[in-house]
Every structure is written in C-alpha cells, then in structure tokens.
C-alpha cells in the first residue's frame, strides 16, 4: 500500500469533538463541545420550513447567496463602523471554521509563519498545518491572560505573515481591551502583517466588557480577515453558516479558495438565516442578557462546590483548576469525569502549547435544567474522584 500524507500524521482528530463521543458513551452531561441545547429563534425555524417549499434547493452563488451577504452586510457595517460592500468585501463559508482555513490558505504560503496566542481553539494548529504555515505560539499569562508585548513583537520580528486573534477568546473568556488591540495593530502594521480574527462570540460579552472589532481600528481595515458565524449567535451550530469580511483584494483571493473548497454554504439554511440577520438589537441584548444569566448560575454552583475556576469577560466556556485531585494526565482526568461523575469536559492541554494539564474547559451553553443537572452531579466531585498522590 502507497503511504498516506505526511500532513494527516502530525495532528490528532479534534480533542474537542471526541470528548463528545466520550459522553455520549458514558451518558454524561455534555459540558465539552460548545453547542447550545435550546432551540433556534421561533422566527428562523418559521422561514425554515416555508423555504423547503420554495426554491432554494440548488447552489447558491458560490461566495453566498445575495440576500444573505446584503443582510450581513447590513447587520456588520453598523456594528464594526464601516460600510461594508456586499458584493465585494464577503465570502459566506461553511461555518467559520471553513472561514478560517480559507483565510490562512488565502494569506499564507507553505513555510510562512503564523502567531497563534496559548490558549487557543484547537483547530488552529491544525489550520496552520493543513495550510503549511508554522505557528510561532505566544503565550497568554493567567488570571487575566494578558501578553506581553516585548513577546508578540518578537514573534512578528521572526517575521511572521499573519496572526490569529480569537475575540471573545475561547477557551480562557478573555476580552481584548481596546489598549490591547491597538498594540496588536500596531505590531501588525509596523512588521506588514495580517489579521485573521475569530469573532464568533462576538455578541456573548458580559459587562462592563465590550467587543471591539479589530478591523474598526485606524487603517486595520485593509489587512484584517474578519472571520464569524451564525453558530452561536443565533444557535444554529449544526447549520454551518459563516464568513469572512475583508477589503476586495483580499476577498477577491478568498472566494477562490472558498470556491475549490466547499463550492458553497447550504442555500435553503443561508435563505432562512437571513431572518436572523435581520434581527433588531434587542435581540442581542436579549443573547447577552440570556448568557449573562447562565454564566452566573454556573459559577455560582463552581463556588458552592468550591472547584477554583476562571471567570469568562466573554463567550461560554470556564477552565476549572483539577489540581487538587493530583493527576498528571488532563485527558484521563475527564474520562474519570465523564464515566464516574457524568459531565463532559475537554481537557485544557487541548487548548494550551505549554504543557499544562491542571485545567479542564466546561462550557455553560445550555439550558438552565442542564446545567443544573451537571452541577448536581459535579457536588460529589471530590468524593467520587478520589485524589492521587
Ligand atoms: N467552538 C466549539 C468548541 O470550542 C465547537 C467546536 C466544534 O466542534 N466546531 O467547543
């Protein structure tokens, strides 16, 4: 037998979607993938099931369909303070992790470096892989996980082609200030990089913590890839509609990626969606208010329970500090979890290129039963995993 590619053998399959598996065979609460378990506005489900019977059941337009990208042109330009052009400046992608792996493919070259900030999502690693690129990793310093600055200009003096911003960071709920933002934009500008950010939480921010687009920052326009999705704003994860914003040129590359990809996003689900993004203001305010409410509920059980933990300033995922129950693996930790206590966790050493493996990432998506549901069962934790050492 020929063998297979080089590139498959230096990644793993996603920690965080076998943690899935592994509740699933446990029965445990699935606190591990960061998906909701209540359901979509009433409002898109509606359009959903009239669009079936209408005809959207062939591609769309390869960079997305003209009603959606004008909608989210529409939606973006009045929340990142510029005006975005529908034709030009949009890529619609299957989810935003497609949205991602095109942005690299788009900005960077085998061999081309590629700052990535630890703790970072798991697939970003592989992105860098999958395109070529080599990640320089940059580390973000607890509780607060701030960088430092002499740090990041060291990783972009290598020479690095673009870097990787994921705001509301997942998994460490970090919210960049505008202060830090500008010495990212900064650096980028000085040492003639990209931006690739990761903006899918960017309406799941908890006061006083705002989101601020790193494209609205002065002339940030022009070498930023703005990535998002539906997924979590409107809880449609399994739909698996995202984008890229970006200026023309860029976006002229992009939709050629996107194009020998994927071809396009589902049409029936873009046409639907739409009625999402048309959504007025207060429904945001609504998703913030929503989440607000389960991240206090969540961290309130943590510290009845008494597990350290960190506090999100934005997105739905807390990292719990394991290091009392003395295990030197984070993995085998949250098998313990999932079998003997029933809540599903994705082991922090997923997140991190340090080697740590005292943190365990939970995420608070669900509906109130559920977490209440997890939290009952996380009270006996201490009984139930007995401390090593
Ligand atoms: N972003 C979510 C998480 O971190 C879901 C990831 C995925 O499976 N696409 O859990």
Request: include cysteine.
């Amino acid at each position: 037998m020929p063998t297979l590619s080089k590139r498959t053998e230096t990644f793993t399959d996603s920690v965080i979607r076998r943690m899935t598996r592994v509740s699933l065979k446990y029965g445990a609460v699935n606190l591990s993938q960061g998906f909701p378990d209540f359901e979509p506005p009433k409002e898109i489900l509606d359009r959903l099931a009239e669009v079936t019977r209408e005809d959207f059941h062939q591609y769309s337009i390869t960079w997305g369909a003209q009603n959606f990208r004008e909608a989210l042109a529409e939606k973006q330009s009045a929340l990142m303070g510029f005006d975005i052009d529908p034709n030009a400046e949009i890529v619609v992608t299957c989810g935003s992790t497609e949205a991602m792996m095109a942005a690299m493919m788009t900005v960077t070259d085998p061999g081309d470096r590629v700052i990535v900030f630890s703790p970072f999502y798991e697939n970003y690693g592989a992105d860098a892989i999958l395109s070529g690129a080599e990640p320089i990793y940059v580390p973000l310093y607890p509780p607060e996980f701030n960088f430092k600055t002499d740090e990041l200009e060291a990783a972009f003096r290598k020479g690095a082609k673009a870097l990787i911003l994921c705001n509301p960071s997942n998994p460490c709920g970090k919210v960049f200030t505008y202060e830090e933002l500008k010495t990212i934009a900064d650096l980028a500008e000085r040492y003639d990089a990209f931006v690739i950010t990761d903006e899918v939480y960017e309406h799941i921010v908890y006061a006083p913590h705002k989101h601020i687009y790193l494209a609205s920052l002065p002339g940030m326009r022009a070498r930023t890839l703005s990535c998002s999705s539906l997924s979590k704003t409107y809880s449609i994860t399994g739909w698996r509609l995202g984008y890229i914003i970006a200026a023309p040129e860029v976006i002229e590359a992009a939709k050629k990626v996107h194009d020998f990809l994927t071809v396009g996003a589902a049409a029936p689900l873009q046409e639907a969606a739409v009625t999402g993004l048309k959504f007025g203001a207060d429904y945001y305010e609504k998703l913030a208010e929503t989440y607000t409410h389960k991240r206090d509920l969540f961290l309130k059980g943590l510290d009845d329970i008494g597990i350290p933990h960190t506090v999100p300033q934005g997105a739905y995922y807390i990292m719990l500090d394991i290091s009392d129950f003395g295990f030197d693996d984070d993995l085998e930790f949250c098998e313990v979890l999932a079998r003997d206590v029933g809540v599903g966790a994705v082991p922090g050493s997923s997140f991190f290129r340090e080697p740590v493996n005292h943190l365990i990432r939970l995420h608070f998506a669900k509906r109130d039963e559920t977490l209440n549901e997890a939290l009952n069962r996380l009270n006996d934790i201490y009984k139930k995993i007995p401390k090593r050492k």
